[in-house]
């Protein structure tokens, strides 16, 4: 990149190359270019058209950021991307939706193509992030929007997902919750299940299977273990996704990923051995079973220990 004066405009080209290939027109006039310039880099394939008023480098990659982007360029700095938007630009798995979703103030109107606009009054102090420079809604408010389109389980995953990124604290999705009143698109109900499911000291593991049994094991009322639980030998350190250490009893295995290499599966079993030796007894689970069967299961071991 070429280096910028204090004193200079950045070229449309700079400017573009921290915003996703991206230039507004509004850039491009204060660089010195007319409207019929522009027009020209259009015609002549050095630019092409992406929302109005703003315009991609050619060869620039179409990639969705850029989409979103281009969305917050071209429309008031008080409009913000929220829904399945704001969840993919904080890294959150969630169905993607064919428009994109934007919270607006009660008096802004936004008729853009491919934009769906949500007026809302609520914004509260800290719903409002950015990412990559890009304005969307925190993962609290994301969860709070995405509560009436999302199946529980779905919702479940996306609030557990920020809770092991830290980007959510159950505490503060529980204070939130209980003043949120029901509201077109939102659902308290599903809200109120996933804490549910999510009693104070829940952990989400590091895998969708270890939020999963945290959730069986609470709900069933079984002893809590010790999540992430260290132990040594020599000079080597292991942790185990749930123990119980007084009952020399171990939740870990085929059930909590996948290996991506052999030599994973080789720890796995070096581990294994070291705790058997010890004295430990496994339980070994896996996802496809169910949580009647998971929870028989662990209460069998632990009467038996």
Not at 78 to 93: N, Q, R
Not at 123 to 141: A, M, Q
Not at 197 to 209: A, F, K, T
Not at 217 to 232: D, E, F, M, T
């Amino acid at each position: 990149m070429r280096p910028e004066h204090h004193d200079a405009q950045p070229t449309p080209e700079e400017w573009a190359e921290r915003h996703d290939g991206l230039f507004t027109h509004d850039v491009a006039r204060a660089a010195g270019l007319s409207r019929q310039q522009i027009s020209r880099r259009r015609t002549s394939g050095r630019a092409r058209g992406i929302r109005r008023g703003v315009s991609a480098i050619g060869g620039a990659p179409s990639t969705r950021r850029q989409a979103l982007r281009a969305v917050t360029l071209t429309t008031p700095s008080d409009v913000v991307l929220s829904h399945e938007a704001a969840a993919w630009l904080l890294g959150a798995p969630c169905p993607a939706d064919d428009l994109i979703n934007v919270v607006v103030p009660p008096h802004r109107v936004v008729r853009v193509p491919g934009v769906r606009a949500h007026r809302s009054a609520t914004l509260e102090d800290g719903d409002v992030t950015s990412r990559s420079g890009i304005r969307c809604t925190s993962p609290l408010r994301t969860v709070i929007d995405l509560s009436g389109r999302l199946t529980v389980a779905e919702l479940g995953k996306l609030v557990d997902h920020f809770l092991r990124q830290r980007l959510l604290r159950l505490e503060d999705l529980r204070g939130r919750v209980s003043r949120t009143r029901p509201a077109p698109g939102r659902s308290v109900r599903a809200l109120q299940q996933v804490l549910r499911d999510r009693i104070p000291g829940y952990d989400p593991g590091e895998s969708e299977l270890e939020g999963r049994l945290a959730r069986i094991i609470a709900r069933a009322g079984l002893p809590s273990p010790a999540q992430q639980h260290r132990v040594s030998y020599g000079a080597t350190r292991y942790r185990i996704d749930f123990a119980w250490p007084d009952r020399k009893l171990y939740l870990e295995g085929n059930g909590f990923g996948w290996h991506q290499l052999s030599s994973d599966l080789d720890n796995d079993a070096t581990r294994q051995n070291e705790l058997v030796l010890d004295g430990w007894r496994p339980i070994e689970l896996t996802w496809r079973m169910t949580d009647d069967y998971i929870e028989t299961t662990l209460r069998r071991f632990l009467a038996r220990v």
